[in-house]
Nanobody
Framework: QVQLVESGGGLVQAGGSLRLSCAASGRTFSNYAMGWFRQAPGKEREFVAAISWGGSRIYYADSVKGRFTISRDNAKNMRYLQMNSLKPEDTAVYYC?????????????????WGQGTQVTVSS
């Protein structure tokens, strides 16, 4: 079992930055691929970014490419999502997810463990 806890969300003006963190506990975290997803009000949850167990494979949604950076620190059991140049359309609840495989996918149904989410609100 893997437990995930997100933090770092908040209210920020458009153009600002936030860094989300995902703390993991439980099984050997370093063997898991990790992803970030988000869900805006009235919309389905969507893929944001994902990273393989060793960091060699990284994927981003087109909507965040060039603005968001995903990273991991296996020694600390932490994952991060650095979000720059934030836009009002980035407003959503952001979820950290872990996949019981070393390699990530873009699909939420491939992920086995989820955090409770952290709210990100970007004002215009």
């Amino acid at each position: 079992q893997v437990q995930l806890v997100e933090s770092g969300g908040g209210l920020v003006q458009a153009g600002g930055s936030l860094r989300l963190s995902c703390a993991a506990s439980g099984r050997t975290f370093s063997n898991y691929a990790m992803g970030w997803f988000r869900q805006a009000p009235g919309k389905e949850r969507e893929f944001v970014a994902a990273i393989s167990w060793g960091g060699s494979r990284i994927y981003y949604a087109d909507s965040v490419k060039g603005r968001f950076t995903i990273s991991r620190d296996n020694a600390k059991n932490m994952r991060y999502l650095q979000m720059n140049s934030l836009k009002p359309e980035d407003t959503a609840v952001y979820y950290c997810a872990a996949r019981g495989s070393r390699y990530p996918t873009l699909y939420e149904y491939d992920y086995d463990y989820w955090g409770q989410g952290t709210q990100v609100t970007v004002s215009s």
